[in-house]
């Protein structure tokens, strides 16, 4: 049994009775070992059924890694009936269980969707200096609304910090509220939308129960993941975090929730994991000089486990800031760590471009976080886009998204064939070009409303037989949709491209002979011609032939890749779903990892740089002025050099060439003793 292992503290933590209790697990102190002994203990000593214990924590990778331990000690059987993953993952599977009909979409695609209600929109007869938001800005304020608060309306919430732009709320919450009816009408959710639809039915179902719920990097957790924890039907409550690294409040993250735990919850028990098993004492004592400069939430100081001889943090001053990326790549290149046991971290991701640069000059490998994924190539793109109008005929993003390759159509213009079509098959498009219902016009009149920025909008009505040359079927020829008078031939011969993609798939239920039909299909080659012309377009705007072939076998490679991925799925419906919720968390490659503090949140590494670590970069004094913190900057000191088990380099420029600016060294420096 893993209890066996653990020390006092956790031991005590793992083996305490059911209630609300609270364990402050600062960095490397063995978290995971005591949520994985605690699990075990549920099951063993106190006979707790598998499938009433819940486990969230902030990745599906992270959650996987602890029941692949807790399955060392019990069978398989017993813990893949544990709930757990991502907030997001858990809702939608509980969702689904409970015979909720999903659409889960990305932000990216519903921003798309809000610009189109957006973009209908007129602000300027409204006299005021301040200009309204643009779309994609004003939904991820609504998404950082959504998550801050359960009490305030949308204004209420602006209010607060954007009241010059009150004149402007009326219209904004017209938007939010036609975009929640558009996204109701297609059955689309976003991830936000997912922890609030299955908070409301939690507080009017009691199907879902728990003897035990456990969260995992509690000190992240947002006002609405905290509501939703709150919801759950459950016996008892197990939260692991440590304010000290609580980084995430430009996304909401509420420290408040982990500091006001032993007054919010009755009986509250407080533990503290205290013994470092990570990092050397010296890296720890530079560690802790620092953060004690924040307020105490709870009492508590970091022990040391590790022994013997240590190097001590080196600080590294440069003259210039390209100087100093070119020197700590030299000295990456002669160290005796492995590559993919070394980070360089930096508070802005500007600071990446340059080491970046520097590593590949000389020849290292390295991988940065958040680069452009398998999933987030444009022809893989496309081909998810037609696994979803196949799976969900409502779904309009992925329809807008397929005819962003269509010349002469637009996302507004899609948006209206889609609208029209769904009207003329009674919410499902297939319906609506095979057996159209008999309506003479089936575009949507607008309504003219001042206040709100609405205005007229006519439309007008083209011939059906300036198509006829173009070999359609009768059946797509007589679909009113032709008549609309801004339609291109081009723009039909895509259309009728998706309508025999549609006539031949929708009877296809498993997602890799789905996968194998849209490789072959008119519409998908269309689409691999357009985008591999546009890679191989040459700077005079000739086409270079050669590669344009050597893009499109690259194009169906990737295809080829998502059909074996496709393999191991029933449905296309959850082959979808799942890459959707996890497709973030794929492999990078390897090398040196280049990591945002951020992003290196819960990783070690034996060698660590933390770079650029002058006043203004480090903290980050321009997002302070926005609404962030010294406090927050500080947390983010201490992740970064907490990542470092045996090597850490801290290193500043005085000067940058290219902007002409002139740096002095980091606060945080000073804290650590290392400049005076």
């Known amino acids: 049994m893993p209890l066996s292992r653990l020390n006092e503290e956790q031991y005590k933590a793992a083996t305490t009775e059911a209630g609300s209790n609270l364990i402050i697990a600062s960095a490397g102190t063995g978290k995971t070992s005591t949520i994985v002994a605690r699990i075990a203990y549920l099951l063993k000593e106190q006979n707790v059924k598998p499938e009433h214990i819940l486990l969230l924590t902030f990745t599906n990778k992270a959650a996987a890694e602890m029941l692949e331990r807790v399955a060392t000690y019990f069978d398989k059987s017993i813990v893949d009936k544990i709930e757990s993953g991502t907030f997001h993952a858990v809702s939608y599977r509980l969702l689904k269980k409970l015979g909720r009909k999903i659409s889960l979409k990305q932000?990216?695609?519903?921003?798309?969707?809000?610009?189109?209600?957006?973009?209908?929109?007129?602000?300027?007869?409204?006299?005021?200096?301040?200009?309204?938001?643009?779309?994609?800005?004003?939904?991820?304020?609504?998404?950082?609304?959504?998550?801050?608060?359960?009490?305030?309306?949308?204004?209420?919430?602006?209010?607060?910090?954007?009241?010059?732009?009150?004149?402007?709320?009326?219209?904004?919450?017209?938007?939010?509220?036609?975009?929640?009816?558009?996204?109701?009408?297609?059955?689309?959710?976003?991830?936000?939308?997912?922890?609030?639809?299955?908070?409301d039915i939690l507080k009017t179902d009691d199907t879902i129960k728990f003897a035990e719920v456990l969260v995992d990097e509690y000190q992240d957790t947002n006002t609405l993941q905290g509501s939703l924890i709150d919801t759950f039907n459950k016996k008892s409550l197990f939260c692991v975090g440590d304010y000290d690294q609580s980084i995430y409040a430009f996304n909401g993250a509420n420290i408040d929730i982990?500091?006001?735990?032993?007054?919010?919850?009755?009986?509250?028990?407080?533990?503290?994991?205290?013994?470092?098993?990570?990092?050397?004492?010296?890296?720890?004592?530079?560690?802790?000089?620092?953060?004690?400069?924040?307020?105490?939430?709870?009492?508590?100081?970091?022990?040391?486990?590790?022994?013997?001889?240590?190097?001590?943090?080196?600080?590294?001053?440069?003259?210039?800031?390209?100087?100093?990326?070119?020197?700590?790549?030299?000295?990456?290149?002669?160290?005796?760590?492995?590559?993919?046991?070394?980070?360089?971290?930096?508070?802005?991701?500007?600071?990446?471009?340059?080491?970046?640069?520097?590593?590949?000059?000389?020849g290292i490998t390295c991988k940065r976080k958040g680069g452009i994924s398998f999933f987030d190539s444009r022809e893989v793109k496309a081909m998810m886009d037609?696994?979803?109008?196949?799976?969900?005929?409502?779904?309009?993003?992925?329809?807008?998204?397929?005819?962003?390759?269509?010349?002469?159509?637009?996302?507004?213009?899609?948006?209206?064939?889609?609208?029209?079509?769904?009207?003329?098959?009674?919410?499902?498009?297939?319906?609506?070009?095979?057996?159209?219902?008999d309506i003479a016009n089936p575009f949507k009149t607008r309504v003219k409303n001042y206040q709100l920025g609405l205005f007229d909008d006519c439309h007008e009505f083209g011939s059906v037989s300036r198509f006829s040359k173009e070999g359609f079927d009768e059946v797509f020829l007589s679909n009113p949709i032709l008549k609309h008078a801004r339609l291109s031939v081009e723009g039909s011969k895509f259309i009728y491209s998706f309508y025999k993609y549609?006539?031949?798939?929708?009877?296809?239920?498993?997602?890799?002979?789905?996968?194998?039909?849209?490789?072959?299909?008119?519409?998908f080659n269309a689409i691999a011609d357009s985008l591999a012309i546009a890679r191989s377009t040459r700077k005079d705007g000739s086409v270079d032939e050669v590669a344009k072939k050597e893009a499109r076998a690259r194009i169906f490679r990737k295809g080829h890749l998502l059909k074996d991925l496709a393999n191991g799925y029933k449905?296309?419906?959850?082959?979808?779903?799942?890459?959707?919720?996890?497709?973030?968390?794929?492999?990078?490659?390897?090398?040196?990892?280049?990591?945002?503090?951020?992003?290196?949140?819960?990783?070690?590494?034996?060698?660590?740089?933390?770079?650029?670590?002058?006043?203004?970069?480090?903290?980050?004094?321009?997002?302070?002025?926005?609404?962030?913190?010294?406090?927050?900057?500080?947390?983010?000191?201490?992740?970064?050099?907490?990542?470092?088990?045996?090597?850490?380099?801290?290193?500043?420029?005085?000067?940058?060439?290219?902007?002409?600016?002139?740096?002095?060294?980091?606060?945080?420096?000073?804290?650590?003793?290392?400049?005076?």
């Not at 798309?112 to 779309?135: E, G, V, W």
């Not at 975009?179 to 689309?188: C, H, I, M, S």
């Not at 296809?508 to 039909?517: A, D, M, S, Y």
């Not at 913190?629 to 990542?643: H, K, M, P, Q």
Request: glycine share 4%.
């Open 107 to 199: 932000p990216k695609d519903l921003k798309i969707l809000l610009k189109t209600i957006h973009d209908r929109r007129r602000f300027d007869h409204i006299d005021s200096p301040i200009k309204a938001y643009q779309s994609s800005y004003l939904y991820d304020l609504f998404s950082l609304y959504q998550n801050s608060t359960v009490d305030l309306s949308f204004s209420q919430w602006l209010e607060e910090d954007e009241s010059e732009h009150g004149v402007y709320f009326d219209i904004y919450e017209d938007i939010f509220e036609e975009f929640k009816e558009l996204k109701k009408e297609y059955g689309y959710v976003d991830f936000n939308d997912l922890l609030i639809l299955m908070r």
């Open 258 to 362: 982990i500091g006001s735990f032993a007054t919010r919850y009755n009986n509250a028990k407080i533990f503290k994991l205290n013994k470092n098993y990570r990092s050397t004492s010296k890296i720890l004592s530079l560690a802790n000089r620092v953060i004690e400069h924040n307020p105490r939430l709870y009492e508590k100081k970091l022990e040391v486990t590790r022994m013997g001889e240590c190097e001590a943090p080196r600080l590294l001053i440069y003259n210039e800031l390209f100087t100093q990326y070119q020197s700590i790549s030299s000295q990456i290149k002669l160290s005796n760590t492995n590559f993919n046991d070394i980070a360089v971290i930096f508070r802005n991701n500007s600071s990446a471009d340059g080491i970046e640069a520097t590593l590949r000059e000389v």
């Open 386 to 437: 037609l696994v979803s109008v196949v799976v969900n005929p409502k779904d309009m993003m992925a329809f807008i998204h397929v005819f962003e390759y269509a010349k002469g159509v637009g996302s507004a213009l899609s948006k209206e064939f889609f609208e029209a079509l769904f009207k003329l098959g009674d919410g499902d498009i297939y319906q609506g070009f095979f057996h159209p219902k």
């Open 502 to 523: 549609m006539k031949n798939s929708t009877r296809i239920k498993n997602p890799q002979t789905l996968v194998n039909h849209i490789l072959s299909s008119e519409i």
């Open 571 to 676: 449905s296309s419906e959850r082959f979808l779903n799942a890459l959707t919720l996890g497709s973030s968390e794929m492999s990078e490659g390897e090398g040196v990892n280049l990591l945002s503090v951020h992003a290196s949140k819960g990783l070690e590494f034996s060698e660590v740089y933390v770079i650029d670590l002058m006043d203004g970069r480090f903290p980050n004094r321009k997002l302070m002025s926005k609404g962030g913190s010294l406090e927050e900057e500080r947390r983010l000191f201490y992740v970064a050099t907490t990542r470092a088990k045996d090597k850490l380099a801290l290193s500043f420029a005085k000067f940058d060439k290219i902007k002409k600016i002139e740096y002095i060294h980091s606060p945080f420096l000073k804290e650590a003793k290392l400049v005076t």
